[in-house]
Structures are given as C-alpha cells and as structure tokens.
C-alpha cells in the first residue's frame, strides 16, 4: 500500500510539474552583443557611480570592436514650492543619448535617446546627509534601468551596417 501510494505520488508531482516554462528558455536574451568588445566614454553630467555600472553593463574593453558615445543630460523641476519659497519636490529627467560606432568597419551603427526620471524630496534646508544618499541611490537607479533598457534594445541589431549609408 506505501509503495502504491508513493508511486501515485511521485506520479503526480512529475505531471503537475510537466507545464513549467523557464524565463530563460531562449539563449538570445542572455546574451548582450557588445559585452566585452566596447569602449566607452561619457560627457555631460557627471554621475559618480557611472563608471561601475557600464563595467557591468558593457565589460571590459577586450575586443575594442565598438565605441560607446553617452551624452547625458539633467533636467530639474521644481514641483512643490513652499509659502517660504522652499522646494519640496523636485522632479529629475535624465536623458541619455546612445551614440554606438562599429570601429572594424569605422562607422555608426546605432543612434539612441533614453529619458529616466524620478523625484526627490530635499529633506532639509541645510547639509543632511541621508538625504544625499537618497538623491545619489536615485541616480544610481536611473542609470542602472537606462544601461539595462539599452542593452536589452541591442537584440535582433545588425551591427554591420551604417547608419549614414542609408
């Protein structure tokens, strides 16, 4: 009787089981096609956790294939102002624009403008350290979701053929 039991109920866990799918069925959205392979320089504002973040997301530049070009720009809003003239609220855009040149080839492949935003709420008028490490998180946030969008957008590019061609 154990035995049957057993039986019907490895049989059962086996079938229950028998429809699960895995995110990661398909090896093509594992794969970043410039990892290792690109250089990257960045102007306009100036994020200090920038650099960790497109080690991550870029590699290293093993291959020296691609040349990464990122222009970031900030925008502030100052949402809710007080009866004394204080800001307590402040919306933050960051637009980043993708500037991808194939070197091999010595042209541009890939042309991209992402915006990240978020809002910060100064907690004083003064020096207040935790609300610094608030704003600083908040950046570190939008660049890592706008390198992760960018990333996850490269799939499905022919990296061979120029923009400026046609």
Same mark, same amino acid.
């Given at each position: 009787?154990?035995?049957?039991?057993?039986?019907?109920?490895?049989?059962?866990? *086996?079938? &229950?089981?028998?429809?699960? +799918?895995?995110? =990661?069925?398909? !090896?093509?959205?594992?794969?970043?096609?410039?990892?290792?392979?690109?250089?990257?320089? @960045?102007?306009?504002?100036?994020?200090?956790?920038?650099?960790? /973040?497109?080690?991550? #997301?870029?590699?290293?530049?093993? +291959?020296?294939? /691609? *040349?990464?070009?990122?222009?970031?720009?900030?925008?502030?809003?100052?949402? $809710? %102002?007080?009866?004394?003239?204080?800001?307590?609220?402040?919306? #933050?855009?960051?637009? /980043?624009?993708?500037?991808? =040149?194939?070197?091999? %080839? +010595?042209?541009?492949?890939?042309?991209?403008?992402?915006?990240?935003? /978020?809002?910060?709420?100064?907690?004083?008028?003064?020096?207040?350290?935790?609300?610094?490490?608030?704003? +600083?998180?908040? #950046?570190?946030?939008?660049?890592?979701?706008? @390198? $992760?969008? @960018?990333?996850? &957008?490269? !799939?499905?590019?022919?990296? !061979?053929?120029?923009?400026?061609?046609?």
């Amino acid at each position: 009787m154990n035995k049957i039991f057993s039986i019907v109920l490895i049989f059962f866990y *086996l079938y &229950s089981c028998s429809g699960v +799918d895995f995110v =990661y069925k398909e !090896s093509s959205n594992l794969t970043n096609p410039i990892y290792n392979k690109t250089q990257y320089i @960045f102007n306009g504002k100036q994020i200090p956790s920038i650099q960790r /973040f497109a080690g991550i #997301y870029f590699g290293k530049n093993k +291959d020296n294939e /691609f *040349l990464i070009k990122i222009n970031i720009s900030e925008e502030k809003i100052k949402k $809710s %102002i007080e009866s004394n003239q204080a800001v307590s609220k402040i919306d #933050y855009e960051l637009t /980043f624009k993708y500037l991808l =040149y194939n070197q091999k %080839i +010595d042209c541009l492949v890939l042309e991209k403008r992402l915006s990240s935003k /978020f809002s910060y709420t100064p907690k004083s008028a003064g020096y207040n350290f935790g609300s610094d490490k608030s704003l +600083d998180k908040l #950046y570190e946030l939008s660049v890592k979701d706008n @390198f $992760s969008e @960018f990333t996850n &957008s490269l !799939s499905g590019i022919d990296f !061979s053929n120029c923009l400026d061609e046609g």
